[in-house]
């Protein structure tokens, strides 16, 4: 079996499952707790936290740990709404879900929002954001990398235009900071999101940077964890594993970015030999591990069924309750028709992946295309 999902999960390096087993039965106590096995617990989590703050250039009391990146971004943007409710946010049409979820949620309940849509690149321009941005504009929430089609977003240019205009930027950095540098304060980023297991680490952790001095109505209540931003007993071993992975990423950036680059060039450059394959967003800058591709005249979900029959795992875009594929939203916005969307999937490359992996891949995915179009 050949595994091209890495974004939407990674597996767990061994020196993080290394670091995690102590606290799965011998530091197990409460880090709450005052006693001495408490204090223990304690110190793997401060551990943990300085070494995602040390990885995002931050201060370790701007690193609060949450279940993952879904519940960092409904405490922003919610938090935010909360304390402003007046205010006006600002995202765009390309948003993960949790994004779009929590701007929809609050704009039925009176808020103002706006969602930029991209260009057909799959970029939302600094400019653009400058255009959109109202007088009353409290909170702009981007993303760094996209899920789906790996572009990149200019953070850094936009955080001054959205500074500039007295508003806070919130960036969801989940897809980038397994293969490239994310400093906080090199972004000017006022809020970022951060999700263990797409770096390597647990799933059911994630963190959230709080730039020091910014007050957020707390997302969860019941007890004074993480200074008061989120209640509950900490889920120390899988926080420890984020501790651990997040150091590990940082010292590998350069060279998973640079191998990551070097496959994906090649991969792409093999697929579109095949017959009616294109990349969508290929002419935007983009991360080193993501390749969405569109495959004229053939159903995507049929694609991907046959390709796992065969033994490559790619995705595509998000399911409903029933199991069907719908659409990416993302493609969608892009500018592709229904039909154009629904013939595109997602493959994404990782650290386990080889150049011969790859190759077979390719072959396979040729295989697979044969088959759908003859059944099509």
């Known amino acids: 079996m050949i595994y091209l999902d890495y974004a939407a999960t990674t597996p767990l390096d061994p020196l993080v499952l290394e670091a995690m087993l102590p606290y799965f039965s011998e530091v197990f106590a409460n880090p709450s707790s005052l006693h001495g096995f408490g204090q223990k617990a304690r110190r793997g989590l401060e551990t943990a936290r300085e070494q995602v703050a ?86 702009v929430a981007l993303m760094l990398v996209n899920n789906e089609t790996g572009v990149k977003t200019d953070i850094a240019a936009i955080s001054k235009l959205v500074h500039e205009h007295g508003a806070y930027l919130f960036c969801d950095a989940v ?12 972004l000017g980023v006022d809020f970022m999101a951060l999700s263990a297991h797409k770096m390597y680490g647990p799933k059911g952790v994630g963190a959230l940077y709080i730039r020091e001095g910014l007050a957020l109505e707390p997302f969860m209540l019941g007890g004074e964890q993480e200074r008061g931003f989120r209640a509950g007993t900490h889920n120390l071993a899988s926080i420890v594993g984020m501790g651990k992975a997040a150091e590990l990423a940082q010292t590998r950036h350069g060279e998973d970015s640079v191998r990551l680059q070097n496959l994906k060039d090649a991969f792409e450059g093999e697929l579109l030999k095949i017959d009616g394959v294109r990349i969508n967003g290929n002419e935007a800058p983009r991360g080193p591990k993501h390749s969405n591709v569109q495959v004229l005249g053939v159903d995507g979900e049929a694609l991907l069924l046959a390709l796992d029959t065969m033994g490559v795992a790619a995705s595509a875009g998000s399911a409903c309750a029933a199991g069907s594929l719908e659409p990416s939203h993302v493609l969608r916005a892009m500018g592709l028709s229904y039909e154009d969307a629904k013939a595109s999937i997602r493959f994404s490359l990782g650290r386990m992946v080889s150049e011969a992996m790859l190759e077979q891949a390719t072959e396979v995915f040729q295989v697979a295309i044969d088959r759908c179009r003859v059944f099509a």
Do not use: C, M
């Open 54 to 139: 040390l990885a995002v250039g931050a201060k370790p009391k701007e690193v609060i740990f949450t279940s993952g990146a879904t519940e960092a971004i409904n405490q922003v943007i919610r938090g935010i709404a909360a304390g402003r409710p007046e205010g006006h946010i600002l995202t765009s049409q390309l948003e993960h879900k949790a994004v779009l979820a929590s701007a929809e949620w609050l704009e039925a309940r009176g808020t103002k929002v706006s969602y930029l849509a991209p260009d057909p690149s799959g970029q939302i321009s600094p400019e653009a954001v400058r255009a959109a941005l109202k007088a009353d504009t409290v909170l």
């Open 175 to 186: 897809q980038a900071f397994a293969f490239q540098e994310v400093k906080v304060y090199a």
